[in-house]
């Protein structure tokens, strides 16, 4: 029996369906404080109209327990118009490698709520 032949007892889920489900795993666990701080912190970097990314928000709202929990963040605030995804820059974080990270500006509409 192989992993494909278990699907026929499991829900096949999206790749989106999978990043969301694990973005709100690590989301619940993060605590609301610092959750708060980066939300804050990409709400003035998009306000700034300069180009930002997780390094940014990392030196205003400090590192969360777990380092997924940028990705929830930004996604939240794309989803609810503040922000948007320009390209992608290599990181300048050692122990990350110059591995690419995501690029993000403000919109220059109001997002909706805010």
Do not use: C
């Amino acid at each position: 029996m192989s992993l494909d032949d278990l699907s026929l007892f499991t829900p096949r889920l999206s790749g989106s369906e999978l990043r969301d489900r694990g973005m709100a795993l690590v989301d619940e666990a993060e605590p609301d404080a610092w959750k708060a701080k980066a939300d804050a912190a990409i709400r003035s970097l998009a306000a700034s109209g300069a180009e930002f990314g997780a390094e940014e928000v990392r030196a205003i709202a400090g590192s969360p327990e777990h380092p997924n929990a940028f990705g929830s963040r930004f996604l939240q605030a794309a989803k609810r118009g503040l922000i948007r995804k320009v390209g992608y820059r290599n990181s300048s974080r050692p122990s990350l490698h110059a591995h690419p990270v995501a690029v993000w500006v403000g919109n220059l509409k109001q997002p909706e709520g805010e």
